[in-house]
């Protein structure tokens, strides 16, 4: 023989157990939903072309300090995705043709095709806040236009980490 009893008779699974498995199948995807992860559906193209209408991702609500070029989820009137440009502290100047630049250094956007020219316009960053901009300049309603232009920490949800569907307004 191998070892293996054949006499032995299946064991029945108790209720408690299936009713404990049911219960742990909906709380712990609850639980890292509501502290861990979050899943956000883009609206517009106003993060272009790193994000089109319709996409879907997935991003982190822990995370312990925002760096220029996160892209984060925030609540303003609405929520809203747009890309840190501006940290704590730090003077952002944008000029007549759409150019930033942070304390008077040049800042490096590769993922702005299209830059909206207008006023030049200057923004001073209060600590605890950050400036934040949509990547399509030309078609995003953002800091550059609020009453208050500034997002305070506690106001980011979520900094978007991985694109799971690619979608389209269309």
């Known amino acids: 023989m191998d070892g293996i009893n054949t006499n032995s008779k299946p064991r029945a699974v108790s209720f408690?157990?299936?009713?404990?498995?049911?219960?742990?199948?909906?709380?712990?995807?609850?639980?890292?939903?509501?502290?861990?992860?979050?899943?956000?559906?883009?609206?517009?193209?106003?993060m272009y072309p790193?994000?089109?209408g319709g996409d879907v991702l997935i991003g982190t609500r822990i995370a312990s300090s925002y760096q220029r070029g996160d892209i984060v989820v925030f609540q303003a009137d609405t929520i809203m995705i747009k890309r840190v440009?501006?940290?704590?502290?730090?003077?952002?100047?944008?000029?007549?043709?759409?150019?930033?630049?942070?304390?008077?250094?040049?800042?490096y956007e590769p993922y702005?095709?299209?830059?909206?020219?207008?006023?030049?316009?200057?923004?001073?960053v209060p600590e605890g806040c950050f400036l934040l901009l949509g990547d399509n300049r030309q078609n995003s309603y953002d800091s550059r236009y609020w009453d208050y232009p500034y997002i305070e920490e506690d106001s980011i949800i979520a900094v978007a980490k991985y694109k799971l569907f690619e979608g389209s307004l269309d």
């Open 50 to 52: 790193t994000m089109t």
């Open 85 to 107: 440009v501006g940290l704590p502290g730090e003077e952002v100047c944008i000029a007549a043709d759409g150019s930033v630049s942070i304390d008077g250094d040049p800042l």
């Open 112 to 124: 702005v095709i299209c830059r909206r020219k207008g006023q030049p316009q200057a923004f001073s």
């Open 16 to 46: 408690k157990r299936i009713v404990l498995a049911l219960v742990l199948a909906a709380i712990v995807p609850s639980i890292i939903f509501q502290k861990l992860l979050m899943i956000m559906y883009v609206p517009s193209e106003s």
